[in-house]
């Protein structure tokens, strides 16, 4: 774990770069594997995803980032992440 905040945003950055380059995988795999008619409500779906997740993670960190230490709410979006990916390799 990182001890301070500057390493914590160290890996933040090099994780954050990691997952931009997947949002166009994602894009290309949703035209590749869906039909011409249905791309269009996936890509859909997948932009209003984002932006709800944004802005639910900016309204979480607005009221619990001032109660608890800084590192809690990195702990519990990797603590989703790992849940959603668990869940994620089940469906396959």
């Known amino acids: 774990m990182s001890q301070t905040y500057a390493q914590l945003f160290f890996v933040r950055f090099i994780c954050g770069d990691c997952k931009s380059g997947s949002v166009s995988i994602i894009f290309s795999l949703i035209g590749d594997l869906l039909d011409a008619e249905d791309r269009d409500v996936a890509s859909s779906r997948l932009s209003v995803m984002t932006g709800v997740v944004i802005l639910f993670g900016q309204v979480y960190l ?8 800084w590192k809690q709410p990195f702990m519990l979006s990797g603590t989703l992440s790992i849940i959603t990916s668990l ?3 089940q469906s396959c």
Do not use: A, P, Q, T
């Open 62 to 69: 607005r009221y619990v980032g001032d109660s608890k230490e």
């Open 87 to 89: 869940m994620v390799l």
